[in-house]
C-alpha cells in the first residue's frame, strides 16, 4: 500500500476531527451547543459533545485501517454503523449522526477519488452516496419523516448531489469573507449565515415546521448583511440565541455542514493559522478563493 496515500488520508482524517471540534467551540451558534450554552438541545453539553468528537475520532479511524487495507465500501458502511450505535449507547443520543455519515463520505470519497481535484471529488461523492442509499433503502428516522413531510432533501439530496452546501454555498462564502475582512471568526460568522440560507435542514423541520426553517433562512439573510456592512454581527447571534431556545428551534443539518466545511478548508490549506502541508484538496483560485496572501497562511 502506498504510504504516503494512506498518510493523506490519516491527515484528512485528523482534519475532519479538527473540523467537528471548531464547529463545537464557534461561539455564538443560535440554537446549538457552544462555549456559552447548550441552546436548544437541553439533553446535551459542552463535555457530551466533546466525547461524541472522541467517538468520531475513533471511528474515521478504523475507517483509515479499512480503507488501506483495501477492504469494500459494504465494510466501511457497516462501521459506520457500528459507530452510530456506540455514540447513542455511550451518550444516550445520537449527538453527531449527521456528521459521522458526512465525514465517513468525505474520507472514503477522498480515497476513490481518481484525483485531487474538486470536481472528480464531488462526483465521488455523490457516486458513493447512490451506492450507499439504494443498499440501504429509506429508513424510518426523524430526517426520513420531515422529507416525506415537507419534500425536503436534507442530507439525502445534499450526499447524492456532490455536497453542494459545502462547495457552491459554505466554502466560498468563507473565503471572500476572509479576503474582504481578513478575520476568521467573521468569516465563519458569514459561513454560518449563508448555511443557514441553504442547507435543509430537517432538524429545524422536525422542531419547528417549515415556518422554523424560513426563520434560519431569514436570520442567516441578516448575519450576511450585517457583515457586509462592517457590523459586530455577534449581538445578533446573541439574541438570535434565546429567541431560538424560546422556540425550542435548531439547526443541526446546518452544524453538521459547518464542521465539514471546517474540514475542507483546513485540507486545502485555507484556514489563517493553519499552514498547508500536502493538502489532500486542490482548489483552484478564482471567484471566491483566497488571494495568495491568505492561502496557506501561518
Not at 430526517?143 to 432533501?153: P, S, V, Y
Amino acid at each position: 500500500m502506498n504510504s504516503s496515500r494512506t498518510s493523506d488520508i490519516e491527515l484528512l482524517a485528523m482534519f475532519l476531527v479538527k473540523g467537528v471540534a471548531m464547529e463545537l467551540y464557534l461561539t455564538p451558534k443560535p440554537g446549538l451547543v457552544d462555549l456559552d450554552d447548550c441552546g436548544s438541545h437541553h439533553d446535551l453539553s459542552l463535555a457530551t459533545m466533546e466525547r461524541s468528537i472522541h467517538i468520531i475520532a475513533d471511528y474515521l479511524d478504523q475507517l483509515c485501517r479499512s480503507l488501506a487495507a483495501g477492504e469494500e465500501f459494504a465494510r466501511q458502511a457497516a462501521i459506520g454503523r457500528r459507530a452510530e450505535q456506540a455514540m447513542l449507547a455511550s451518550l444516550g443520543t445520537n449527538t453527531h449522526k449527521g456528521y459521522l455519515f458526512l465525514s465517513g463520505l468525505l474520507l472514503v470519497a477522498a480515497w476513490h477519488a481518481p484525483s485531487a481535484d474538486e470536481q472528480s471529488f464531488r462526483k465521488q461523492v455523490a457516486a458513493l452516496a447512490g451506492e450507499f442509499f439504494a443498499a440501504q433503502g429509506e429508513q424510518a428516522t426523524h430526517g426520513q419523516q420531515q422529507r416525506a413531510l415537507h419534500g425536503a432533501g436534507g442530507i439525502v439530496r445534499e450526499a447524492m448531489n456532490g455536497l453542494p452546501a459545502l462547495f457552491d454555498e459554505a466554502v466560498p462564502a468563507y473565503l471572500a469573507a476572509l479576503e474582504i475582512h481578513g478575520h476568521p471568526n467573521i468569516a465563519s460568522f458569514a459561513m454560518l449565515g449563508r448555511l443557514m440560507q441553504t442547507v435543509d435542514d430537517t432538524t429545524t423541520l422536525h422542531r419547528c415546521g417549515s415556518m422554523g426553517l424560513s426563520r434560519i433562512r431569514r436570520d442567516g439573510r441578516q448575519i450576511e448583511r450585517l457583515i457586509a456592512m462592517g457590523e459586530d454581527c455577534e449581538p445578533f447571534l446573541h439574541s438570535l440565541n434565546r429567541e431560538y431556545i424560546r422556540m425550542n428551534l435548531t439547526m443541526g443539518g446546518v452544524a453538521d455542514m459547518l464542521g465539514l466545511s471546517y474540514c475542507y478548508l483546513l485540507a486545502c490549506g485555507c484556514l489563517l493559522g493553519f499552514p498547508e502541508r500536502h493538502p489532500p484538496f486542490e482548489r483552484k483560485n478564482g471567484p471566491g478563493s483566497p488571494s495568495e496572501g491568505f492561502s496557506g497562511a501561518a
